[in-house]
């Protein structure tokens, strides 16, 4: 079956520090991978997505950027936190967009910048 | 462009009373529609989904009807239990958006005994 793997599941960050989260998702191949922000009362907004190795989407200007250096693999990255960059950051997978379209998440990862 | 508008919460209910979160819609084309919860602390789960007009989607006594005439999908359970408080997310999805889905603000359900 398939899981997904989201960590650290909590830190806190002084402004002006770097981040690195990272997801990874186990069995499945060429999975869609998304990072959405859920902002404390809010909804999700959808950061980046990602349709295969290498292939980065961004849909808000800001203050991070994504990778994907192999096929089940994401991470989300800043080299200089803001702290509006505070929130809970999901990481998301679909398997097959032209079928269910459910998407899997992750635990979440808490940040606090302060 | 997309969009899911969600009914205000809290939503602040006794136990074995009945559960109505409004969901409507924009979107282009044909959308699927997903209702999602979260439990506290954890990230989101499917809830049930319905992919064309008039599905009915259910799971664990949660139900929603797709609604194209009123671009509505909106969740009712007849009974809720303590173990539903929760916040719930209304979602859509298009076929031709790379699998992009669009988010309700989420509403908060608390169930009191």
């Known amino acids: 079956s398939q899981t997904i793997h989201q960590w650290p599941a909590t830190l806190v960050q002084p402004v002006g520090s770097p981040l690195s989260l990272e997801c990874t998702v186990e069995?499945?191949?060429?999975?869609?991978l998304y990072w959405y922000r859920q902002a404390a009362g809010r909804g999700l907004q959808l950061l980046f997505y990602?349709?295969?190795?290498?292939?980065i989407s961004s849909e808000v200007p800001q203050n991070l950027s994504a990778s994907r250096p192999q096929d089940r693999q994401f991470i989300l990255s800043s080299k200089k936190l803001l702290l509006s960059d505070s929130g809970f950051y999901l990481c998301a997978w679909m398997e097959d967009i032209l079928n269910t379209g459910e998407l899997f998440f992750g635990e979440g990862s808490r940040l606090t910048v302060l | 462009g997309d969009s899911v508008t969600q009914m205000e919460g809290p939503v602040t209910l006794s136990e074995e009373a009945f559960l109505t979160i409004n969901c409507t819609y924009t979107a282009t084309g044909y959308p699927s529609l997903f209702w999602y919860v979260q439990y506290p602390g954890e990230g989101l789960q499917l809830l049930l989904k319905a992919t064309k007009a008039d599905d009915k989607g259910s799971n664990k006594g949660f139900e929603a009807t797709y609604r194209k005439e009123t671009t509505s999908f909106h969740l009712e359970k007849g009974s809720v239990q303590v173990s539903d408080s929760a916040v719930y997310f209304c979602?859509?999805?298009?076929?031709?958006?790379?699998?992009?889905?669009?988010f309700g603000d989420g509403t908060t359900l608390t169930v009191k005994p």
């Open positions: 979602a859509l999805r298009r076929y031709t958006n790379a699998g992009k889905s669009t």
């Open positions: 069995g499945t191949s060429n999975p869609n």
């Open positions: 990602s349709v295969g190795i290498g292939q």
